[in-house]
């Protein structure tokens, strides 16, 4: 048996993120085909920049389907499947938005994907555009990937994540313990909107909460912020920072992966 460490227990973990255009079922999709294309250079991209992982997400979907439809999984899956048989070294996982992670799970196990994000995990909140409390269910989550034979599926989860307000507000260190008891594999911690790095008092407080589950950054890394950021958080996620325009950049991404050494070597 093998005794190596999980992958995205190697701090720092990096995971860039890929950004799909609309899927062949919503407006100004341009194919399936095209699809897979962009996110197969943005792996390209993000793999000879060195990341560690990549994280392959519907962002153009709009408005975002909460629990995803029977297209959008299909979809997902063979964007994932092109992910993983072209991959070189970056680890691929799958979130399929808005906030279905059971959908993440089946995609990802189908198509030999290795991890999952979810933004809704143990915290109750509420996106009154998309009809109000978000649902949650850490346990029938956890059990439907052993059922489906993904034990392996690693889970990174969100607490008190962006852009959604808590309904039963609590310390952040409270929602880190809570999502390490429910067996998260990484506790990701965001700013309050995309681009917006959490603080470093958050981190602090995250890390208290969690043991020895690693605690990330789900927003706002740049590498400006990464060697202050990076002292405190056991990885990130990675993603409008590291495009100029619509594609993943490689030197952007070469640049984050230097500062986030820099900060390691100083910590």
Known sequence: MSTERPWYLKSPCIVGVIHLPPLPHFRGSRGLESVIEKA????????????????????????HEVTAS?????????????????S????????????????SIAAARAAGARFV??????DRMERPEYGGEMAIDPNGLMGFRDRIGASGIAVFADIQVKYARMIEPRPLAESARLA????????VVTGTKTGEPPSLDDVRQAKA???KVPV???SGLDEHNAEELMSLADGAIVGTSLKTGA?????????LMEAVARARRGH
């Open 40 to 63: 197969l250079r943005d792996q390209r991209a993000l793999e000879d920049g060195g990341v560690h992982g990549i994280l392959v997400e519907n962002e153009e979907d709009q408005p």
């Open 70 to 86: 029977a297209p959008t999984v299909a979809a997902m899956t063979r964007v994932a499947l092109e992910l993983v048989r072209a």
């Open 88 to 103: 070189r070294r970056a680890i691929p996982g799958v979130e399929i938005l808005l906030n279905d992670p059971k959908a």
């Open 117 to 122: 994000r979810t933004d809704y995990f143990v």
């Open 180 to 187: 390490a008891e429910h067996h998260a594999d990484a506790i």
């Open 209 to 211: 909460g969690a043991g």
């Open 216 to 218: 990330w950054l789900g």
């Open 247 to 255: 594609y993943v950049d490689p030197v952007k991404t070469r640049r």
